[in-house]
């Protein structure tokens, strides 16, 4: 057994050990521990059904035995959706979260996004259910969804953030946030946690807005003169469009009044982006709020492009 193979059993072992197998002992012919590691690995491989947890386990059979035991082969496709099905489902779910912790903070993550997003087709018009609302944090580094709260609208994603951040250690991490998370009491809790914040700001925080626009467009008129100002450009060319990034990253001065209602805040980013095709231009700038002190080419790399 390698290294990481070792590791990722460990892992397994740690994190599902207070799970319970509700399976009668003596009748099992494949161990719990088996069945979830090929089910994690065969799920980060792609799979999405039953019978694609099989095939993967039987195309890789000679390498999962190597830290695998597999007394009787590879689980059928039925004995995985049995035992899945047979799992206490919160039990499985908090195993899973604990699982997913490690292995962002064992791989180094310290990028953490959350978004707010309306599953399709999960209103029901019959029993005037509204659609179902869901606000997710991801590992931007290795992809992971860390964790997950759900919301009947899309306005409660503003108490349903700081629920979520609860369940997370965001020491030393950085936690990015659309509009609707740029809150006074938001930005309070990230840095409670030992975390830092980039929140992106939309217009719903007047004179926020207002303020450091104003910060922004003096230092354009005065070439920042006074001011602790860096900047990074970027240009993109493909499938007939050109896009050019222009980053500014300003140290908001210790006057500035709003350093002194938002906790830690030291840093504006300001993402002005460039979409030329044929002879369209299209312009947007972006704002960020900012606690740690950053620089225009990290703050491009993490500000600027969406999310996926």
């Known amino acids: 057994m390698d290294d990481q193979a070792h590791d990722f059993v460990a892992t397994l072992q740690r994190c599902f050990g207070e799970l319970k197998d509700p399976r009668v002992a003596a009748s099992c012919d494949h161990l719990l521990m088996d069945i979830l590691a090929i089910t994690i690995l065969a799920v980060a491989s792609g799979a999405d059904d039953w019978t694609d947890l099989e095939t993967f386990g039987r195309l890789r059979h000679d390498w999962l035995k190597t830290f695998l035991a597999l007394p009787h082969g590879i689980p059928s496709h039925d004995t995985f959706r049995r035992v899945f099905g047979l799992l206490d489902r919160k039990q ?71 629920e979520l951040l609860k ?9 990015t946030i659309d509009a609707m998370g740029c809150q006074k009491r938001i930005a309070a809790q990230i840095r409670a946690q030992k975390g830092h914040y980039v929140l992106a700001l939309k217009g719903n925080q007047s004179r926020l807005d207002e303020d450091l626009q104003q910060l922004h467009f003096r230092g354009i008129d005065t070439d920042f003169a006074g001011l602790s100002c860096d900047e990074y450009e970027t ?28 906790k830690d805040l030291r840093t504006l980013a300001v993402v002005t982006t460039c979409r030329t095709e044929g002879d369209k231009e299209t312009w947007e700038t972006r704002w960020y709020v900012i606690t740690a002190r950053a620089f225009a080419t990290a703050a491009g790399e993490r500000v600027g492009p969406r999310h996926p």
Not at 167 to 175: A, E, Q
């Open 92 to 162: 499985f779910a908090v195993c899973l979260f604990q699982w997913t912790q490690a292995i962002h903070e064992a791989t180094g993550g310290k990028l953490i996004a959350i978004d707010g997003k309306t599953l399709r087709r999960s209103f029901a018009k019959r029993s005037g259910k509204a659609a179902l609302h869901l606000v997710t944090a991801w590992s931007s580094e290795n992809g992971l969804t860390l964790a997950q709260v759900a919301c009947e609208e899309k306005s409660n994603e503003i108490t349903a953030i700081p």
């Open 235 to 262: 240009t993109e060319t493909g499938h007939g469009r050109t896009t050019t990034r222009n980053v500014h990253v300003i140290a908001i001065p210790q006057e500035h009044p709003q350093r002194r209602v938002w």
């Open 167 to 175: 369940l997370l250690s965001l020491r030393g991490c950085t936690v």
